[in-house]
């Protein structure tokens, strides 16, 4: 099983849609848990991290699930801007990182 | 804001050679990282580094590989006779500290090509 594992895509979706995505960690050690967004060929760039409570960040929710071992992040009101990978990374000791799900926001 | 800046944002090297990549890690920061990408794949990592030794690493860093903190404000990654699946972009990354809830900034990466 993978450490880190994310439904590769690609996502397709008019703007202003709202968009889903999933991850699972094998490590139930993990401690922190984090979505960067990636451009194509340039660093990974935090998004947001995601806390037990469940926390938002403007258009951005993420979701944490300890028991399952499931993250989400959930994207409304896509905006053209927001076409990347969306990489989930666990951390625990070090950072793992997910293969990324890639979405494609079109006008 | 801050940054992690990074040298050469394009390496080309033949193989066999020998190569250091360059970082300037957040000023205050204390933890740093280096991580790997090959094209199409997922970012993995390759070590931690503090107080001048090596905290972590992981099973792709083996004796081919080396870092260093030769001064107060450069961290370096030196690979030793490059093979060709070398090839990759390498990101280094720093923390202030090394609490499990802080996220890593990353540098904008420098782009290794093996010939």
């Known amino acids: 099983r993978k450490e880190v594992e994310q439904d590769p895509g690609p996502f397709n979706v008019p703007e202003g849609a709202t968009v889903a995505f999933n991850c699972t960690y094998s490590n139930s050690a993990s401690q922190s848990f984090f979505w960067y967004r990636q451009d194509c060929r340039k660093e990974p760039k935090l998004l947001m991290s995601?806390?037990?409570s469940g926390n938002e960040d403007g258009r951005f929710t993420a979701q944490l699930n300890r028991a399952s071992q499931y993250i989400s992040l959930l994207i409304r009101d896509s905006k053209l801007s927001d076409s990347a990978t969306y990489l989930c990374?666990?951390?625990?000791?070090?950072?793992?990182f997910g293969a990324g799900t890639r979405l494609t926001v079109k006008p | 804001e801050p940054e992690v800046t990074q040298t050469p944002s394009h390496q080309v090297t033949q193989m066999g050679q020998e190569v250091i990549l360059r970082c300037v890690p957040i000023s205050n920061h204390l933890y740093f990282y280096w991580y790997r990408q090959i094209l199409g794949q997922k970012v993995e990592f390759l070590v931690s580094?503090?107080?001048?030794?090596?905290?972590?690493k992981s099973e792709i860093f083996d004796d081919q590989f080396s870092v260093e903190r030769p001064d107060g404000s450069n961290f370096t990654l030196k690979i030793r006779s490059t093979k060709l699946e070398d090839s990759a972009m390498y990101f280094c990354a720093s923390t202030p500290g090394r609490g499990s809830n802080q996220p890593q900034h990353f540098g904008d990466g420098t782009r290794l090509s093996i010939l």
């Open positions: 580094f503090y107080n001048n030794e090596i905290s972590e």
């Open positions: 990374v666990v951390k625990g000791p070090d950072m793992r």
């Open positions: 995601v806390y037990s």
